[in-house]
């Protein structure tokens, strides 16, 4: 018999988990540092490139284009949520919510709202709220 070194199984946990925020191809210094301060503000930051963040989280969505927006991407943190996009007037946004619900209310156009939460309803993230309640 091969002597074999134990095997341990470890569940990852969300704070293991890594995900990125990619940047346009015509990211500005001032739009990157920006990203990644109001990121870094909500989870921790693992790493950088010039186009891409690392953090810490995990990728639940993408959406856009829609209104000013080229793109929204939705993150769940280790303890919240995150939507992260490129407003193309306004450069980075990011918003933070406790819960995957609250995450639309974090910017105030009712149609980049609708869109995110129909992304959140389509990949499962929240109810549909024509679900059953019995």
Same mark, same amino acid.
């Given at each position: &018999? !091969? *002597? /074999?070194?134990d095997t341990i199984i470890a569940l990852r946990r969300m704070s293991d988990q890594v995900t990125e925020f990619p940047l346009p191809n015509d990211v500005t210094d001032e739009e /990157? *540092?920006?990203?990644r301060t109001e990121i870094g503000k909500h989870t921790q930051i693992v790493g950088a490139e010039p186009r891409t963040i690392r953090f810490a989280g995990r990728w639940i969505g993408q959406t856009g284009p829609i209104w000013h927006f080229q793109y929204l991407r939705m993150y769940q943190l280790p303890k919240g949520f995150l939507v992260a996009g490129h407003?193309? /007037? @306004? =450069? &980075?946004? !990011? =918003?933070? *919510? @406790?819960t995957a619900e609250q995450l639309p209310r974090c910017f105030d156009h009712e149609g980049v709202q609708e869109l995110i939460e129909d992304e959140l309803r389509f990949r499962g993230v929240i109810g549909s709220e024509h679900a059953s309640t019995a």
């Open positions: &018999m !091969v *002597a /074999r070194p /990157r *540092a920006s990203a407003d193309l /007037r @306004e =450069g &980075m946004k !990011v =918003g933070f *919510a @406790e």
